[in-house]
C-alpha cells in the first residue's frame, strides 16, 4: 500500500518534470490582456483580440523574436492567473501601484497615463480648483480620476461617482454633469464616436505619475528581456508607429 | 487576517453621513408610496371590473421586474430623451435624490397595494354587514371601518415591506448616491479594506432595521389591543364583573 502510493507519487513528479520541461523548451510566452478596455484592448467583431495593449505585445515579441499567445482574462483574476503560471506577462494598461509591486515585477513603463477633463463642446470650463467651484463633476469609482476628485476637488465640486465609465459618459451627455474627469486616452477614444459628439477636452490635462507597464512574475527573467524590447521598439520607430494608428499625440 | 478597527473609526462619520441619506430614501418614498397604495388597494378590493383592472398592469410591472431595472430605467432611461430634458420634469429628473425616490416610491406602492388589498378582503364581512345595517355611506365606511380594520391586518406584512425597502435602498448607490452603501463602497475603493467597512455598514444596517422592527411592534400592540388576549385576571383589573 505505502510502495504503491510511493510510486505513483514518483512517478507524477516525474510527469511533472517532463511536462514543464516541455513547456520551457518550446520558449512560447504566453501574454495576457482584459480585451475590455478601448482603444488598449478589446475584442473586434470577429473575436479576436486587438488594440493598442495587443499590439505593441505583438511588436515585442518579434523584437525578441518569440512565439507568443494572447489570452484574455476578465480584470479580476488577472494578477492571480499570472501568479498561477496560466500566462507569463500581462499587457493591459496595467498601471504601476505600491499594492501590485508587492506581488509581481513591472516592466519599464510603456506609456503614461494622465487624466483630462471632459465638457460640452462650446462652453468654457476653467478647470482650476476656483472655476470648478460648485460645479458637478463625475469619475469613475475605484480610478485615479475618481481618487484625484476625491483627494483634490471634494471640498468646493460636488463629485459624483460611477459605477462604469459608460454611465459617467451618459450623465455628461445627459447635462446632469458639468465635467468629467476620466483616463485620457480611452476618453479620447469616446470623443470620436458617435456617442461623445458636442464634448471635448477642457484645460490642462492632469500628469498624476501614472506609469503603464507590463507585469511578470516576481524575479522572472522576462523582465528585463521585455524591458529591452520596450527600448528597442521606440528606439526603431515600431512603436511610435503604432502609437500613430491609435493617437496623433505621443502617449509614450 | 488584518483586521483593522481604525479604518471603521476613521471613516464612520462617512458612513453616518450615509445613514441619513439611507432614512430619507426610506422615509419618503415610504409615505409616497403608501400614500398612492392605498387608493390603489381600494381600486383593486372593488367590485367594480373596470376598477379592479385599470391599476394591475401598473402592478404587474412594478413587481414583475427588478428593482435595479426600474432605478436605472427612470435615472438613464429618461435622460435618453430630448422632450424629457426639456420639460419642466427635468429638475427633478435631473437629480439621482429623486430618480431614487420616485422609482422606490412607485414600487413600494405596488407591493403595498396588494398588501393593503388582501387586508381589505381579510375583514371579516359581518364588520362590514354592521356598517351597512347602520345605514352607513360607503364613502363612510371606507374611511370608519374598511381602512382602519385593514391597517391593522397589514401592519405586520408592511413592517416586512419597509424593511425590505430599507436594503433595497442600497441599490441607490448605483446612482451616483451616497446612502450607507454608496458611502461604504467609496471608503473601500480607496482603502481596500472591503470587509471591515461592509461590516460597519450591515451593522448599522442592522441597527436601523432594529428600531423598525421595535417600532412597528409597538404600532401594531396599539393598533391591534382589541385583538389580544389578556385573561381573565387582566380583565378583572378592568371590570371585575367580566371575569365571572
Known sequence: MKLRKLISVASLAAVTALGSLSASAADKIRI????????????????????????????????????????????????????????????????????????????????????????????????????????????????????????????????????????????????????????????????????????????????????????????????????????????????????????????? | MNWSWDVIIDYFPRLLDGVWVTLELVFLSGLFGLLLAVPLALMRASPNRWLRILPFGYIFFFRGTPLLVQIFLIYYGSSQFDAVRESALWPILKEPYWCAIIAFTLNTAAYSAELIRGAIQAIPKGELEAADAFGMSKALKIRRIVLPRAFGIVLPAYGNELILMLKSSSLASTITLLDITGAARTIIARTYTPLEIFFAAGMLYLVISAIMIGGFRLLERRLNRHQHYRGPDEVAKVDPRLAE
Open chain 1, 32 to 252: 495576457a490582456t482584459e480585451g475590455a478596455y478601448a482603444p488598449f484592448n478589446m475584442t473586434n467583431e470577429q473575436g479576436e483580440l486587438v488594440g493598442f495593449d495587443v499590439e505593441i505585445a505583438k511588436a515585442l515579441c518579434e523584437q525578441m523574436q518569440a512565439e507568443c499567445e494572447i489570452v484574455a482574462q476578465d480584470w479580476d483574476g488577472i494578477i492571480p492567473g499570472l501568479l498561477g503560471r496560466k500566462y507569463d506577462a500581462i499587457v493591459a494598461s496595467m498601471s504601476i501601484t505600491e499594492e501590485r509591486l508587492r506581488v509581481v515585477d513591472f516592466t519599464q513603463p510603456y506609456y503614461s497615463n494622465v487624466l483630462a477633463f471632459v465638457g460640452p463642446e462650446g462652453k468654457t470650463l476653467d478647470t482650476s480648483k476656483e472655476g470648478l467651484k460648485g460645479l458637478t463633476v463625475g469619475a469613475q469609482r475605484a480610478t485615479v480620476a475618481g481618487q484625484y476628485l476625491e483627494d483634490n476637488l471634494a471640498d468646493s465640486v460636488n463629485v459624483k461617482l460611477y459605477d462604469t465609465q459608460d454611465n459617467a459618459y451618459l450623465d455628461l451627455a445627459a447635462g446632469r454633469l458639468d465635467a468629467l474627469l476620466s483616463d485620457k486616452f480611452p476618453a479620447y477614444d469616446w470623443l470620436r464616436s458617435e456617442d461623445g459628439k458636442g464634448f471635448e477636452f477642457k484645460g490642462e490635462d492632469i500628469d498624476i505619475d501614472d506609469k503603464i507597464a507590463i507585469a511578470v512574475r516576481k524575479g522572472d527573467g522576462l523582465k528585463d528581456k521585455l524591458s529591452a524590447a520596450i527600448a528597442a521598439i521606440v528606439e526603431n520607430g515600431t512603436y511610435a508607429e503604432i502609437n500613430a494608428r491609435y493617437f496623433p499625440f505621443s502617449i509614450y
